[in-house]
């Protein structure tokens, strides 16, 4: 018949259902696979510091040996203090991945902070050598202990880095040492990335304050674009508990990795 209308699929409410519950799935990963470029780029900026820092206190120790030596230093005790201080934190944190994005903004902010420090420490260093005349190994110690500790801030962030979004991203003991070498080996990548760009193309062409700025930057839209992905993530399972009520039969996989095929 001419005037027959062509027959219109019938779509069931549990049919609906199905494809509400994988949409939200293939949204999730897409946020997965996003945090974990992050922490990628989180990597390369953490290595830019060390780069620029390295290039600033070689200025104000005079010699680049010191200078390596002290910004090695607060790395590596930072790196260490962060990992053994968030542990336990992102374990009885319910939102790591709001705590990582807060992590990543406390970092842009101090770093952008840390060449006004520097100076500050020149104010505290010169006139003790000059009012008590310190040997040259009393100064250098004296020096190497005041930029110590202003490197430990930001260098213990970055160390929480790591275990709070592992925390994020394991879901199963099963999985535990898989993602987390694949986390760390993504942060390293990003690391050697970012000890080129700084070394070879950024400071050479931009300088040290504009490679400082961008860097900075760059943790900010990281810890922001973390906080704003927590908070979509934290809706979309309140609403996923009622339509899966709804519907017994769907039970899609939780998503424990799908940054990491």
Not at 37 to 50: D, K, M, N, V
């Amino acid at each position: 018949d001419l005037f027959e209308q062509p027959e219109r699929k019938r779509v069931f409410p549990m049919e609906r259902e199905v494809d509400s519950v994988f949409g939200v799935e293939k949204e999730t990963k897409q946020i997965f696979a996003a945090v974990t470029l992050c922490f990628f780029f989180s990597g390369t900026t953490g290595l830019i510091y060390e780069v620029l820092w390295t290039r600033i206190l070689g200025l104000v120790f005079g010699h680049t040996v010191f200078a390596i030596t002290t910004v090695l230093a607060a790395f590596m005790a930072g790196l260490g203090l962060g990992s053994y201080l968030f542990g336990g934190i992102a374990d009885r944190n319910a939102h790591p991945l709001r705590l990582y994005g807060f992590l990543e903004v406390g970092i842009g902010i101090y770093a952008l902070i840390t060449p006004f420090l520097f100076s500050r420490a020149e104010d505290i260093y010169i006139p003790l050598h000059r009012t008590f005349g310190l040997s040259f190994f009393a100064f250098s110690l004296l020096q190497f202990l005041l930029i110590f500790l202003i490197l430990l801030i930001p260098t213990t962030l970055m160390g929480a880095t790591l275990p709070v979004l592992s925390r994020f991203f394991v879901r199963s003991m099963n999985v535990l040492g898989g993602q987390v070498g694949r986390l760390y080996a993504l942060n390293t990548f990003g690391a050697v990335l970012g000890t080129y760009a700084a070394g070879f193309h950024l400071i050479p062409t931009l300088g040290v304050r504009t490679t400082l700025l961008l860097a900075a930057i760059a943790n900010l839209g990281i810890g922001i674009l973390a906080i704003v992905f927590d908070r979509h993530l934290q809706q979309r399972a309140g609403k996923a508990p009622a339509s899966r009520s709804e519907g017994a039969a769907v039970n899609p996989p939780e998503p424990a990795g799908p940054a990491f095929p």
